[in-house]
């Protein structure tokens, strides 16, 4: 597991229901009854605990590495105060006094604890996985459970415990994509008014008492009252996004900055998003970044059914499947362990059950860790592609990513390609002044583009770069950050793409960006494909009281003193470079 200060992991959170939780015991080495039975003393007198039913000992086959010694086998249900998250730790905490050690997989050990079930809750995530991603597979797990919770459901699937174990021998079934299971188990009457907070209301508090400072929104049916909750309560007046990659871009700069960020959405938004989501996960958040998104398995109000829980899992976004009675845990635990990985989290609630009685209740957050320029792993290209790869790999798995060789920085311009060379050398006395101006602390932010090559030494001009287009909305969620000097360099072609998208979020907010926009016609990086004649004209006009046009063969005092023009000013400010 990931090696942070065990105060981060802190039992600070007390839901207003107990939830049931469902657990798998077993040991195969040593005295294996007498561990089993200590597992759940241990379990009876840990705080925010009460154990409610205990099974009888079962003798059992290995599986997986059959090659080792019988295990002895139990279950528990048992109620909490406390999420899943923190359970965990309790249980990790009994499996280390017993003197379990880390073993190879499937293999021998003193003492094993696994969270089977939790309530109705549904997570995938590097630390956990709810239900126990293999337990409808497992006679071992079923058979002690269904003495003591046969009735219990396994919210996937849609299949009491009992019938998981008779299907046994019918051989397995993948009911993994039913998701719209979890949503007809029963947690509360959703057809009469609310007598307490409703879960809308139960989510905007989680936002605002995790220390979120910076959120987006895309409205939608439900949406706007989760946001204009959470903006009464932050004493903001709430502007809405127009669209959800530029919304998503925005927040991860935040986020990336060292301010926990949220974006709420609808589940097709999360697809309209996935380039910048794929890329926030590649180059990792600082603060906790989470989206609550907000599903329509039923098509109400939605132009179409989106099959949400896939897309995530494909794209290898860790998530939660929240309802009513664990909403306001559910959005705490996500911000917790987005920063605990370094990943963004989705929230999935579903837009029917928005309007239902909801428990809040109240949290002490951990410190946020703080934002320091690694272009390593924030500017994504092929010079640190494979480190990044593996340091996301490791972190989705819960690994320990921080050891993992860091590949070398080019030097400009001895160690750089020679076909980047030519890319580079139009921009080299933009460059050379930018560089004089610079702020120490401030963040520069391009796009995967050839000026980005600027990040490495002795210019160290670049900061972040992720997706194509993406400079505006990382800056402008800079800037939401707190970051000053906060700069978006791009092309005029990636501008086109998506960078003007980014500067509506800036404009609407009236955020003072200082944007360089490199004007060619043509995308340089990708074989110098044209922009047809007038595009880039178009998109740029309705900014044109904040432009300042400068030749790229300008002289150096000239150049910097609309760079120093811009620094010092208060308002947003565009430079079109002519090249």
């Not at 293999?107 to 995938?124: C, H, K, T, W």
């Not at 630390?127 to 919210?155: D, S």
């Not at 299949?159 to 719209?180: C, H, M, T, W």
């Not at 925005?250 to 309209?272: E, H, N, P, T």
Request: contains cysteine; proline residues 6%.
């Amino acid at each position: 597991m990931l090696e942070r200060a065990d105060e981060e992991r802190s039992l600070d959170l007390r839901n207003t229901v107990m939830t049931l939780a469902c657990l798998s015991l077993g040991s195969n080495l040593g005295d294996r009854e007498k561990s089993v039975a200590e597992m759940i003393r241990l379990l009876s007198v840990a705080p925010g605990v009460k154990l409610v039913r205990t099974s009888k000992l079962y003798e059992t086959e290995p599986v997986g590495l059959t090659d080792q010694p019988r295990f002895m086998n139990a279950a528990v249900t048992l109620e909490t105060e406390f999420g899943p998250f923190d359970l965990l730790e309790i249980c990790k905490g009994i499996e280390a006094r017993l003197g379990r050690k880390e073993e190879v997989r499937w293999g021998p050990r003193v003492a094993d604890i696994d969270i089977v079930l939790f309530g109705s809750l549904v997570m995938e995530t590097p630390f956990l996985t709810i239900p126990h991603p293999e337990m409808h597979l497992r006679e071992f797990v079923l058979e002690p459970l269904c003495e003591i919770a046969p009735e219990a459901i396994h919210p996937i699937f849609g299949k009491k415990v009992k019938e998981l174990l008779a299907g046994l021998n019918e051989g397995p079934f993948d009911g993994r994509i039913q998701y719209s299971a979890c949503f007809k188990i029963p947690h509360g009457d959703c057809s009469r008014e609310a007598k307490g907070s409703r879960m809308e209301e139960a989510i905007s508090k989680a936002l605002y008492d995790a220390g979120v400072t910076v959120a987006a929104c895309v409205p939608g049916s439900g949406m706007a009252g989760i946001y204009e909750s959470y903006c009464k309560m932050s004493g903001r007046a709430p502007v809405y996004s127009f669209n959800e990659e530029a919304a998503y871009g925005m927040v991860y700069g935040s986020a990336l900055a060292g301010a926990r960020s949220a974006i709420i959405y609808k589940a097709q938004g999360a697809a309209k998003a996935a380039n910048a989501i794929a890329d926030s996960l590649t180059a990792g958040v600082t603060a906790g970044l989470v989206t609550i998104t907000v599903d329509d398995i039923e098509c109400r109000h939605s132009e179409g059914i989106f099959d949400i829980v896939p897309f995530l899992r494909g794209m290898g976004m860790p998530f939660i499947l929240a309802r009513p009675e664990n909403v306001y845990q559910c959005v705490v635990d996500c911000f917790k362990q987005s920063e605990l990985t370094g990943l963004p989290f989705a929230l999935l609630v579903e837009s029917g059950e928005l309007a239902c009685e909801s428990g809040a209740g109240s949290v002490e957050m951990p410190p946020i860790p703080r934002y320091s320029r690694d272009i390593a792993r924030h500017l994504l290209s092929p010079v640190a592609a494979g480190y990044q790869n593996k340091v996301l790999k490791a972190r989705q798995a819960g690994k320990e990513w921080r050891g993992i060789a860091k590949p070398p920085a080019p030097i400009i311009p001895d160690s750089v390609p020679e076909i980047y060379r030519k890319m580079m050398k139009p921009f080299e006395g933009f460059f050379d002044v930018f560089r004089s101006i610079r702020v120490p602390g401030d963040m520069v932010c391009g796009d995967t583009s050839a000026c980005c090559l600027y990040a490495f030494s002795p210019y160290d001009c670049i900061d972040t770069s992720v997706y194509y287009g993406c400079s505006s909305s990382i800056a402008a969620g800079a800037i939401l950050a707190g970051l000053k000097n906060v700069w978006a360099i791009t092309g005029d072609y990636s501008f086109v793409a998506a960078g003007h998208l980014g500067l509506i979020e800036a404009v609407a907010r009236e955020i003072p960006l200082k944007l360089v926009i490199f004007h060619n016609d043509k995308a340089v990086t990708t074989g110098g494909q044209p922009i047809p004649v007038g595009i880039f004209e178009r998109c740029i006009a309705p900014f044109g009281d904040m432009i300042t046009r400068i030749s790229a063969n300008a002289s150096a005092e000239s150049m910097k003193k609309v760079l120093k023009d811009m620094a010092d000013s208060k308002v947003m400010r565009i430079m079109i470079v002519e090249m």
